[in-house]
T-cell receptor, first 114, second 111 residues
Framework: GAGVSQSPSNKVTEKGKDVELRCDPI?????LYWYRQSLGQGLEFLIY????????KSGLPSDRFSAERTGGSVSTLTIQRTQQEDSAVYLC????????????FGSGTQLSVL | QKEVEQNSGPLSVPEGAIASLNCTYS??????FFWYRQYSGKSPELIMS????GDKEDGRFTAQLNKASQYVSLLIRDSQPSDSATYLC???????????FGKGTKLSVIP
């Protein structure tokens, strides 16, 4: 596609439920990132995928968070047993690959946990 | 802990003036620096990258880097109301694929 596509754009869920957030990167981009942005806060790195290499999961805040990337393209971020502190905008970004840090961001998923 | 610090603002400038946005970083090994613009309710958009000491100009934007002082700045000439946004500074170390972002400076250009 022309840009990074994320879905859903908004997600309201109840505490304790699981949610899945989807990201479709720019075609041909091998690097994919997930960031989280809370109100008034900077972007918090969550996870990085590069091609078929093992992902860097060092930014995931707890074991309730997981992500996968199928076929080197679409990625899904899963949050299990959501908590109110998980409420944030989840941003996906992609770049052309290793060494290229010019990230192109999707429009994000606004997650609200009630 | 690698940190990128920015004045949260808001920074208000009149239309047509020069807006100056500043950023400092703690990791002396940082090699790559980026400025992103984020309109309210939108996602960040890359506007400038800089890797070497000195100035880099692109249209009305000039990025300045001083590695010795560990600061990066962004100048916006002839500021327009459409420049009103939050500007995020980001840095990365040599060989790293992770960007560390500041919390951003909110710029308001007054017509």
């Amino acid at each position: 596609g022309a840009g990074v596509s994320q879905s859903p754009s908004n997600k309201v869920t109840e505490k304790g439920k699981d949610v899945e957030l989807r990201c479709d990167p720019i075609s041909g981009h091998t690097a994919l990132y997930w960031y989280r942005q809370s109100l008034g806060q900077g972007l918090e790195f969550l996870i990085y995928f590069q091609g078929n290499s093992a992902p860097d999961k060092s930014g995931l805040p707890s074991d309730r968070f997981s992500a996968e990337r199928t076929g080197g393209s679409v990625s899904t971020l899963t949050i299990q047993r959501t908590q109110q502190e998980d409420s944030a905008v989840y941003l996906c970004a992609s770049s052309t690959g290793t060494g290229d840090l010019k990230l192109f961001f999707g429009s994000g998923t606004q997650l609200s946990v009630l | 802990q690698k940190e990128v610090e920015q004045n949260s603002g808001p920074l208000s400038v009149p239309e047509g003036a020069i807006a100056s946005l500043n950023c400092t970083y703690s990791d002396r090994g940082s090699q790559s620096f980026f400025w992103y613009r984020q309109y309210s309710g939108k996602s960040p958009e890359l506007i400038m990258s800089i890797y070497s000491n000195g100035d880099k100009e692109d249209g009305r934007f000039t990025a300045q880097l001083n590695k010795a002082s560990q600061y990066v700045s962004l100048l916006i000439r002839d500021s327009q109301p459409s420049d009103s946004a939050t500007y995020l500074c980001a840095s990365s170390g040599a060989g790293s694929y992770q960007l560390t972002f500041g919390k951003g400076t909110k710029l308001s250009v007054i017509p």
